[in-house]
């Protein structure tokens, strides 16, 4: 069965400091994976996503993901953390063939501190 | 990318009524899916939304808790049934091609 497991509940980073949030996926095939951003009391907005192709994408707002299959991780890293970065990160599979259904990861909350 | 409206953004129903969510996209898209997040928690799926067919539930989702409409490509209503404060949670649609794109949501509280 498919699942993801967002490891790390809650970060908290130094504003300036680099990111990492972790992703670990279970899955048959290659799925496809995303990383969502959810302010609060906002709905989601896509950051990157990957289909195939280069394991290092590029998303908005300065993140990236590396996909690595051995792993089965897709860790989503900035380099440097703005205040506006806190918010809510979910990591999400689309498994492949069945109309694009996603599950999604418990989320990461992420707090800046100034 | 689509946009994708939802309204209402946000509720207040007793317990024992009913509220329809509609969910709008600018473009047409094949699958439409309708998931509650539940305070502090991440989102669960509740049903695939077809055109022309009956929809397809998740394990613990109900039709007749959860009815869904959809009468074409690019509209989508999901009702919640005789409410319970369990039921207060935000309701959030997403359609697309191989990307899911999300409506921001409804915040449904039931008291």
């Known amino acids: 069965a498919q699942s993801v497991t967002q490891p790390d509940i809650h970060i908290t980073v130094s504003e300036g400091a680099s990111l990492e949030l972790r992703c670990n996926y279970s899955?048959?095939?290659?799925?496809?994976l995303f990383w969502y951003v959810q302010s609060p009391g906002q709905g989601l907005q896509l950051l990157l996503k990957?289909?195939?192709?280069?394991?290092l994408v590029q998303g908005i707002k300065g993140f990236e993901a590396e996909f690595k299959r051995s792993q089965s991780s897709f860790n989503l890293r900035k380099p440097s953390v703005h205040w506006s970065d806190a918010a809510e990160y979910f990591c999400?599979?689309?498994?492949?063939?069945?109309?694009?259904?996603?599950?999604f990861g418990t989320g990461t909350s992420l707090t800046v501190i100034p | 990318s689509a946009v994708i409206s939802q309204k209402p953004s946000r509720d207040i129903c007793q317990r024992g009524t009913s509220l329809t969510i509609q969910c709008q996209v600018d473009?047409?898209?094949?699958?439409m899916f309708w998931y509650r997040q539940q305070p502090g928690q991440s989102l669960t799926l509740i049903a695939t939304?077809?055109?022309?067919?009956?929809?397809?539930?998740e394990s613990g989702f109900v039709i007749d808790k959860f009815p869904i409409s959809r009468p074409n490509l690019t509209f989508s209503t999901l009702t919640v049934s005789n409410m319970s404060p369990e039921d207060s949670s935000i309701y959030l649609c997403?359609?697309?091609?191989?990307?899911?794109?999300f409506g921001q949501g409804t915040r449904l509280t039931v008291v």
């Open positions: 999400a599979v689309g498994a492949r063939g069945t109309g694009n259904q996603f599950y």
């Open positions: 899955y048959g095939a290659t799925p496809y």
């Open positions: 990957y289909f195939s192709g280069d394991t």
């Open positions: 473009s047409q898209v094949t699958m």
């Open positions: 939304a077809n055109q022309g067919s009956e929809a397809t539930y």
């Open positions: 997403s359609g697309g091609g191989l990307e899911a794109f």
